[in-house]
């Protein structure tokens, strides 16, 4: 079955960066995308930037364009998530998460269990 | 940016009942683009329905979604214990790609 496996917590100080990682395993790495969503405590999900594991073509939100980065490494079926310049407001808990197309298909069938990475000084 | 509002904020009812969900979108929405997800505490959101009202996988028949324009809506015919939860809207398709609404709480009365 499908597996999203993701590193785990993080606590960073204010103004230090956070590298993510998720492995996944149970389809072709290849022929599907990702998305990585944020959850802050009590909040809604929010959508931070999405990558075409093919191509690794990316597109970010454009609240976290500048700051973030997303990368992926087929030979291990790994996709990550990077974001700098953190401040309190950064706490959440991050999640990859697969979209059923190669292209931007925008809906998520599966989901990581979720890294939570605290900011605080 | 498209924002999606639902309401109630928090819903209150008994096994067995029908709970109706809504969500409005500040805008007009390609119908395709409309997914709802159900979330438990300490857990990953699930995908229900997308393009409005096609359950995803798994999904059992008690759950349906419909709508289309601004508002839409998912019903949960008769709810299990299980469904209390709470739901978020999502749509998908314009600039930023991904919103999300801010959730209905459907807490057990």
């Known amino acids: 079955q499908v597996q999203l496996v993701q590193s785990g917590a993080e606590v960073k100080k204010p103004g230090a960066s956070v590298k993510v990682s998720c492995k996944a395993s149970?389809?072709?790495?290849?022929?599907?995308?990702i998305h990585w969503v944020r959850q802050a405590p009590g909040q809604r999900p929010e959508w931070m930037g999405w990558?075409?594991?093919?191509?690794?073509?990316?597109i970010y939100s454009h609240k976290f364009q500048g700051r973030v980065s997303i990368t992926r490494d087929t030979s291990a079926s790994t996709a990550y998530l990077e974001l700098s310049s953190l401040r309190s407001e950064d706490t959440a808990v991050y999640y990859c998460?697969?979209?059923?197309?190669?292209?931007?298909?925008?809906?998520?069938?599966?989901w990581g269990q979720g890294t939570l990475v605290t900011v605080s000084s | 940016e498209i924002v999606l509002t639902q309401s109630p904020g928090t819903l209150s009812l008994s096994p067995g009942e029908r709970a109706t969900l809504s969500c409005r979108a500040s805008?007009?929405?390609?119908?395709?683009?409309l997914a709802w997800y159900q979330q438990n505490p300490g857990q990953a959101p699930r995908l229900l329905i997308s393009?409005?009202?096609n359950r995803a996988t798994g999904i059992p028949d008690r759950f349906s979604g419909s709508g289309s324009g601004t508002d839409f809506t998912l019903t949960i015919s008769r709810l299990e214990p299980e469904d209390f939860a709470v739901y978020y809207c999502?749509?998908?398709?314009?600039?930023?790609?991904?919103?999300f609404g801010q959730g209905t709480r459907l807490e057990i009365k």
């Open positions: 805008q007009s929405i390609d119908s395709s683009y």
């Open positions: 149970g389809y072709t790495f290849t022929g599907y995308s």
């Open positions: 990558i075409n594991i093919g191509s690794s073509h990316t």
């Open positions: 393009g409005a009202s």
């Open positions: 998460a697969r979209d059923p197309l190669l292209t931007f298909g925008g809906i998520i069938v599966d």
């Open positions: 999502q749509q998908y398709g314009s600039s930023p790609p991904v919103t």
